[in-house]
């Protein structure tokens, strides 16, 4: 896979957003550090029990990586340069359907001022310009092929119709070591109204 995989920042990504999504002129309410827990209703494959952390989100739209669509392939194949980053055998993730040939780094910072956008706490995105040989102060980091991208006014219609569930992102989301349970783990920790649904075969039919 993708050895040509370039690393983009958050805010490079947001200014490739298309900006002529219909919208109203009402205050947009940032879900940034939040995650985006697919609804039972969503069936589209790229987002189908997706859990997407929002990275930065304004009235001109949001970006995000899915936290919990682990590839078979090790960074150190797909992205070598950005090895050293990860620990040894950690998987690339498939962070969404937008621009799979970029690189996004999700990190740890010890000092989170020097990332190109902080999610929330110590979470963050990794500037575009950074020498992956020489940056330091990553306590730990994930690496996602592509992202997930909304215009201005789409997330919040797609919130409306009940898309998406948001729960407030914790950093053993970003970095769980069980991705394929994330989705079912974040409902049951909404509380006991969610806990049906994180039960739910993945074919609703089948229920």
């Not at 620990?87 to 359907?97: A, K, N």
Request: charged share 25%; net charge negative; hydrophobic share 45%.
């Amino acid at each position: 896979m993708a050895e040509d995989l370039r690393v983009h920042g958050v805010s490079s990504l947001c200014g490739s957003w298309d900006r002529s999504f219909p919208r109203d002129d009402g205050a947009v309410e940032p879900l940034s550090g939040h995650l985006l827990i697919a609804g039972t209703s969503l069936l589209d494959a790229n987002f189908r029990r997706a859990v997407v952390l929002i990275g930065h989100h304004d009235d001109e739209g949001a970006v995000g990586v899915v936290l919990n669509r682990a590839s078979e392939v090790e960074v150190a194949v797909a992205v070598p340069p950005l090895a050293g980053l990860v620990e040894p055998g950690d998987r690339l993730f498939i962070g969404g359907p937008v621009s799979s040939q970029s690189a996004v780094v999700v990190a740890d910072f010890e000092h989170p001022e020097v990332a190109d956008v902080v999610a929330f706490d110590s979470i963050g995105f990794l500037p575009e310009e950074a020498d992956p040989a020489s940056i330091g102060g990553l306590r730990r980091a994930r690496v996602f092929a592509g992202y997930a991208g909304w215009r201005a006014g789409q997330l919040e219609v797609e919130l409306d119709e009940g898309s998406w569930i948001t729960e407030r992102a914790l950093a053993s989301d970003v970095f769980t070591e069980d991705p394929d349970a994330l989705w079912g783990d974040v409902l049951r920790r909404k509380g006991p109204e969610y806990r049906l649904m994180s039960t739910m075969p993945f074919d609703p039919d089948l229920n």
